[in-house]
C-alpha cells in the first residue's frame, strides 16, 4: 500500500475526504489510518458497482499491470491487429500524465480513454466509473484496462475487474515475481513479454521466472510472448477469445 506517499489519495477519490470544499487534516496517527481505510472501502464499493456495470452490458474487463516499459501498449496494439474485430475491444489507458498511449489506441481504430493521474501511481475505482461514462459498453466486448506503470500499487485497488494480468519483462529479470510478490499473487496470468530478446539476454531463466511465481504460491499460467514478433501469441489470443466468450 502506498500509505507513506499519499498517492492512495487520487482524483478519483478526494472528494471524499473534502468538507467545505478541503480536504479534511487529522492530528493522530489512527485518525489517518481510519481515513485510509475508509478510502479503500469506499474504492472496493464503487468496484464492485463497476463490476455490475460491465456485467449488464456483457463486457469483460482485464486488468493489465507491470512496470513501466513492460510492453502494455505494445501488446494492445498487437492485440487489436490480431484480433481484426473478431473480439471488440475497448480500452483505458491510466498515466501520470499525456494522452501518447491512448493516441497509439486510437489509430488502431479502437475506443480509448485516457486517464491522466496526477502524482497518483495507480488507476482506482473512482477513476474508471468515471471514464465508463464516455465508453460505449454495448459496442464492447472485452475492456483492457492499462493500469499506471508501477508494480506495487496498482495490485491493491480493486477496479471492478474479472481478471489481472501481469507482464514481466525479460530485460527486468527472472526475480521481479520474487521482489514484488502482491501484483504477482493476484495475477489470474503471467506474461513473460519481449521474449524475443531471451537470445541475447543471458540472465533471464524463464523456468526461474516461474518458479518465482509458484513460490509466492500462484498458481496462474504464465505465456512467453513477443508483441515484436509473434512469439506466444496465438497463445495469448486464444486466452482472450476464450474470456471474451465466456462472458457472453
Known sequence: MCDTCGCNITPGNEHLLKEHGHLHTTSAGTESVEVLKGLLDANDHQAHHNRE????HGVLAVNLMSSPGAG???LLEATIDALDGDVRVGV???????ENDAERIRRKGVPALQISTGSACHLDAHMVHTALHDMALDDIDILFIENVGNLV???SFDLGQHINVALLSTPEGDDKPAKYPVMFRAADLVLITKSDLLEVLDDFDPAAAERCVRDIANPAPIFNISSKTGLGMDTWLD???QEAQGRQ
Open 53 to 56: 456495470h460491465f456485467a449488464r
Open 92 to 98: 483505458i489507458e491510466g498515466d501520470l500524465e499525456t
Open 72 to 74: 502494455k501498449t505494445a
Open 153 to 155: 500499487c496498482p495490485a
Open 239 to 241: 486466452w482472450v477469445r
